[in-house]
């Protein structure tokens, strides 16, 4: 499903997760106080804008409390990222992503509001933004330009469904490699190995498939 995100400070990680939300086919606003970057996203996003984040009146006008999900990715002014978060709170924004340079910053943005730290040391931007597609993605493994490995925790979509049933080869052009029930993990599982909800896929293919496979997870 098209959603609508809007991605504060395009760096290299920004960039990044606003690049790829786009690629899988959403709406981007980027938002950047420096001219030159938004001029270089301009024609990648759906809006590029220039603006002070922690300028309340700048954020309404834009009318950023009308998105699915607001990513927070300001490089090493934490003041600045501290106050956008309040106010994208106060703003009642659905959704409120961040990016934190450490451990104590994370938990200053947690307390204030924030709804996902990311710590980009440990989580790529490409793999934040599959992630937030769909909240049944757990990981996102790049193997090369074009084939990944996606992690999914099975829904009630999956459940009591054999591999055979649910036919990911043809319906995805996707291959379940592995199964984790619970502490179990099943290697090459085969055609009539049964999934539970809760069971956690590793699924092979390209990255192509593998986004229509996550819109419908």
Partial sequence: MRQQF????????????A???VE???????????????????ALVTHAV???????KALKALGIRNFDVVVVSIGDDIQSSIMTTLILKEMDVKKIVVKARND???????????????????DMGVRVAHSLISPNILDFIELSEDYSIVE????QKFSGKSLKELNFRARYGC?????????????SPSAHD????????????????LKKLEEEA
């Fill in 194 to 209: 049964v999934i539970h909800a809760g069971d956690v896929l590793m699924v092979l293919g390209h990255n192509r498939d």
């Fill in 24 to 42: 899988m086919g959403n709406e981007v606003l980027v938002i950047d106080r420096d001219p030159e970057r938004v001029q270089a996203f301009a």
């Fill in 175 to 187: 291959n379940v490699i592995a199964i984790q029930s619970g502490e179990r993990m099943n290697v």
């Fill in 50 to 56: 220039e603006a002070d984040s922690t300028d309340e």
């Fill in 6 to 17: 809007a991605v504060i400070g395009v760096g290299r990680f920004g960039g990044s997760v």
């Fill in 152 to 155: 999914i925790s099975a829904g």
């Fill in 19 to 21: 690049r790829t939300l």
């Fill in 104 to 122: 104590l910053h994370g938990k200053v943005l947690y307390k204030i509001g924030a709804d996902k730290v990311i710590f980009p040391e440990r």
